[in-house]
Antibody
Framework: EVQLVQSGAEVKKPGATVKISCKVS????????IHWVQQAPGKGLEWMGL????????IYAEKFRGRITMTADTSTDTAYMELSSLRSEDTAIYYC??????????????????WGKGTTVTVSS | DIQLTQSPSFLSASVGDRVTITCRAS??????LAWYQQKPGKAPKLLIY???TLQSGVPSRFSGSGSGTEFTLTISGLQPEDFATYYC?????????FGQGTKLEIK
């Protein structure tokens, strides 16, 4: 069974940095991308970026570029997302999620197939 | 960035109804679209990818269609467990944007 187990809830002060971990099991870590998604209270899903554990390639959403760092440790099958210069608007649940790809209709179709349970980050003075 | 607009944002329906949610992309995305279901306090769950391919284990009352800029998610014969929020996501280009969500409520 594929599982993504995220680290526990965090409370941070404005200006601080948070680092969330996402340990995977049940598949080969380097075979698929890891995505990170933000969900503010009562709001929708916002894609933050992804990391390719196979080669460390990273793609960030413009909104978070400059404050976000995604890494993947292949020795422990764990992905990390670090967000700095925290502000109240960063209060949210952060999900890691496993990417997938389907090869059919002479094309490759990417999607996200398994999600972690989420990590709640609260930014408050 | 590609914008995804879902309609309606809120939908009220009864058990047994057939409902359709639309997702419109600001530019063509071929069939690079997925649909997710999210229940309160839970992580999203994949329903459909490649616009119309049902994820393994998802009930056949869920179906997806469309290509280019207009897509639909249809639930035929609503069950009590289907009342949730539904999101589309485009995987044609970066950033991998989501629609704003459609909340399906019990009438």
């Amino acid at each position: 069974e594929v599982q993504l187990v995220q680290s526990g809830a965090e409370v941070k002060k404005p200006g601080a940095t948070v680092k969330i971990s996402c340990k995977v099991s049940g598949y080969t870590f380097t075979d698929e991308y890891i995505h990170w998604v933000q969900q503010a209270p009562g709001k929708g899903l916002e894609w933050m970026g992804l990391v390719d554990p196979a080669d460390g390639e990273i793609i960030y959403a413009e909104k978070f570029r400059g404050r976000i760092t995604m890494t993947a440790d292949t020795s422990t099958d764990t992905a990390y997302m670090e967000l700095s210069s925290l502000r109240s608007e960063d209060t949210a649940i952060y999900y890691c999620a496993k990417g997938a790809v389907a090869d059919f209709r002479d094309d490759f179709y990417y999607y996200i197939d398994v999600w972690g349970k989420g990590t709640t980050v609260t930014v408050s003075s | 960035d590609i914008q995804l607009t879902q309609s309606p944002s809120f939908l009220s329906a009864s058990v047994g109804d057939r409902v359709t949610i639309t997702c419109r992309a600001s530019q063509g995305i071929s069939s690079y679209l997925a649909w997710y279901q999210q229940k309160p306090g839970k992580a999203p769950k994949l329903l459909i990818y490649a616009a119309s391919t049902l994820q393994s284990g998802v009930p056949s009352r869920f179906s997806g269609s469309g290509s280019g800029t207009e897509f639909t998610l249809t639930i035929s014969g609503l069950q009590p467990e289907d009342f949730a929020t539904y999101y589309c996501q485009q995987l044609n280009s970066y950033p991998r944007t989501f629609g704003q969500g459609t909340k399906l409520e019990i009438k």
